[in-house]
């Protein structure tokens, strides 16, 4: 299965075959998950109506995670068994994540104005999220800026496993810093246990924003494997003229 | 071993030739704590307060930006080529590269940073800490950069990418560095700050020689 898919015109073809069948069961569920969030589901009573953002919030922050994860993964793979594949998924998934990370932090400062009137603060988890965007900026600049793209992908590959390795220390060290400098004001989303009719909206929202990312994932990876193609055919040519 | 010698003696005399590089950094390290006083005022509370972080912040700068050099001199006049080809292991070669941009900066800074203390007007019971504190933890700041270094070789934009690598695995050393220095100077025990600090060197001497080899056998490729 794993090394079936080196090849891109296999891929490619199961890619064809698989791509409108995630995107019809992204839409459905983010019909679904919208509708039960955003209608069907109560407002908080202490929140509001403001509690809706949790819906959008809370997937990306895990999807923020789950991309690096998945990089992390991809980057691996590309390195030990030189996976072609591989490669293109960890650049592709890169910029997705990039986006995650980005909304979740956006949706958060958004829903932090109306709570704790303010739109930052300097919160453990808000603290590594932005570390995290970093990491993932990093990865894209150090992919972007070779000359030879294969190159840039084994460089950034390698960044990518050590930025892996530093996130729980710089989560860790994070939680730290922030219990020494700032008493615990911020109000936390606990209280009573999450009732059902938000934790569903929740959880079809989580796996809306999953099948969204295997869809731009696979969109991606097919561009970038077309543009491979482009770009040797046009190398082919060059050297042909310079005959 | 005489091998990891030879290279760290080898840096040294280049190091020593080009005596001022070294000196610019403890300079660019004392000019940017300077500044400090000037952006937030003279006010000696206020300045006793940020010191650690301010010496601290600069201190992450200062090593950062000898960084570009630790490999690049070599990649580009074809030397480091044959460092990768001594009979021995790529990590003892990055490993000797490590200690001398310790020698060459880490240590300077330790030296240059009780007189910025004293500028900045850090009690004196922080004085010891925060010497213990940058001795634990620049050698991981050269142990992280150096796979940073590695990984730029050969790159458009070297060293402003530099920075957006290294910074943010630099953020651990930096929260630990600080509060072991402002947790004397409240009064309690440094001893967990620097148990973690040398945790952390420790791992990075590990690890980091490994990723640092693997990261310059891809720049020679």
């Known amino acids: 299965m794993f090394h079936r898919f080196a090849n891109p015109t296999r891929f490619l073809r199961f890619a064809a075959v698989v791509q409108p069948w995630i995107a019809w069961i992204t839409v459905i569920l983010f019909a679904v998950g919208l509708y039960l969030g955003l209608l069907a589901s109560p407002a908080d009573y202490q929140q509001g109506e403001t509690v809706r953002m949790m819906y959008v919030h809370v997937p990306s922050a895990w999807m923020a995670l789950f991309c690096y994860s998945g ?11 030189k996976h072609p594949l591989a490669d293109l998924a960890a650049k592709a998934t890169a910029p997705i994540g990039a986006s995650f990370t980005f909304l979740a932090l956006v949706t958060g400062s958004l829903w932090g104005k109306p ?16 570390v995290l965007f970093f990491l993932y900026l990093g ?12 190159r840039g992908a084994k460089s950034s590959s390698i960044l990518a496993l050590v930025g892996f390795v530093n996130v729980p220390i710089i989560k860790f060290s994070v939680d730290w810093w922030n219990t020494l400098h700032q008493p615990a004001s911020v109000v936390k989303m606990g209280g009573p246990a999450i009732h059902a009719s938000i934790l569903a909206p929740l959880l079809v929202m989580s ?8 869809w731009v994932l696979l969109i991606r990876i097919r561009r970038e494997v077309t543009a491979n193609k482009v770009h040797a055919l046009q190398m082919r040519q060059a050297s042909r003229r310079g005959q | 071993m005489s091998r990891f010698m030879s290279i760290i003696r080898r840096d040294l005399h280049l190091a020593m030739r080009q005596g001022m590089d070294s000196l610019m950094v403890v300079a660019f390290f004392v000019i940017a704590v300077v500044l400090f006083p000037f952006g937030v005022g003279p006010e000696p509370n206020i300045l006793a307060r940020i010191a650690p972080g301010v010496i601290w912040v600069a201190a992450l700068l200062s ?8 490999f690049q001199a070599d990649f580009e006049d074809g030397s480091l080529e044959l460092l990768a080809l001594q009979p021995v292991a790529l990590e003892i070669t990055v490993m000797a590269k490590v200690c001398v941009h310790w020698l060459t900066t880490g240590l300077p800074l330790i030296i240059a940073a009780p007189l910025l203390a004293v500028l ?31 990984l730029i070789l050969g790159s458009r934009r070297g060293g402003i990418l530099l920075s957006l690598l290294v910074l943010p695995l630099y953020i651990p050393v930096l929260i630990f560095g600080v509060s072991a220095v402002d947790a004397v100077i409240g009064g309690f025990s440094d001893k967990p700050q620097l148990l973690i600090l040398s945790g952390i060197l420790v791992a990075a001497l590990a690890l980091c020689p490994w990723a640092g080899a693997a990261a310059v056998r891809q720049g020679l490729e």
Not at chain 1, 139 to 150: H, S, T, V
Not at chain 2, 63 to 70: A, F, H, T
Not at chain 2, 127 to 140: D, M, Q, S, W
């Open chain 2, 120 to 150: 900045m007007n850090l009690p004196e019971d922080g004085f010891r800490v925060l010497l213990i504190a940058l001795l634990l933890g620049t050698p991981t700041l050269s142990l992280i950069g150096a796979i940073g270094a590695a």
């Open chain 1, 71 to 81: 990089l992390a993964i991809a980057c691996a793979v590309a390195l030990i068994w």
């Open chain 1, 115 to 130: 709570m704790w009137s303010t739109w930052w603060v300097w919160d453990a988890r808000l603290t590594s999220m932005l």
């Open chain 1, 207 to 214: 796996v809306a924003f999953t099948t969204y990312y295997l």
């Open chain 1, 139 to 150: 990865y894209m600049a150090l992919n972007n800026a070779f000359d030879d793209p294969g």
């Open chain 2, 63 to 70: 090593s950062m930006l000898s960084l570009e050099r630790l």
